[in-house]
């Protein structure tokens, strides 16, 4: 799938400034703990874990740290209404993990589709505050990120540990692209204005 793409080197050109680099951190960091805290968000869920609300919170949190890291880029507004999308991302999939593990067919299909419906909404917010980034080619990201996730969620109900994990590394290494685009479009975009 991403067989020329290296989760532990970033996919630029040899002559960075320290302002993208800073960027490029940035976003895989975020992007990194995103993955990460979801995993242990639908592991808390679906065992019960009584740190649940604490990890929860965790997860939340880094909804407006998405969206602070395109304040310098873009503005307050778009910053906020990206951490607004992010969080509701992350809520739908804490409601879509209660119904599978409920077994609630109907009630999966639904948020489902709101997760996808989040999805476009995030892919069209980024397309349009970026002309680098291609609504189409997020879209198709932003897609495969859920359905990774759906079947990583799948496999740790079934107590498929082994596979699980394996999903993991690719939602980790998938996650990692989706920063490097996101950030190479930013730097596409300001390369001409000095952001440091």
């Known amino acids: 799938m991403y067989q020329n793409f290296n989760p532990y080197v970033a996919q630029v050109n040899p002559c960075l400034s320290r302002a993208e680099l800073e960027l490029r951190n940035t976003m895989r960091l975020l992007w990194s703990q995103h993955v990460y805290w979801t995993r242990a968000a639908v592991i808390a869920l679906i065992n019960d874990s009584p740190d649940l609300d604490i990890v929860l919170a965790r997860l939340l949190r880094n909804a407006p740290e998405m969206g602070e890291a395109l304040v310098p880029f873009y503005g307050k507004e778009a910053g906020d209404r990206y951490g607004e999308l992010i969080k509701e991302h992350l809520v739908i999939a804490a409601d879509l993990v209660k119904a599978a593990k409920a077994g609630d067919t109907k009630k999966f299909e639904a ?13 069209e917010f980024l397309s349009m505050i970026s002309p680098f980034i291609s609504k189409q080619d997020m879209q198709e990201m932003m897609y495969k990120h859920l359905e990774l996730l759906k079947t990583e969620t799948t496999y740790l109900i079934q107590k498929n540990h082994t596979a699980s994990i394996n999903t993991f590394d690719l939602v980790e290494l998938q996650a990692l692209h989706m920063a490097d685009e996101i950030s190479e479009a930013i730097v596409s975009q300001l390369s001409c204005t000095p952001y440091y």
């Open 111 to 123: 948020i489902d589709k709101k997760w996808y419906a989040n999805a476009d909404d995030i892919s």
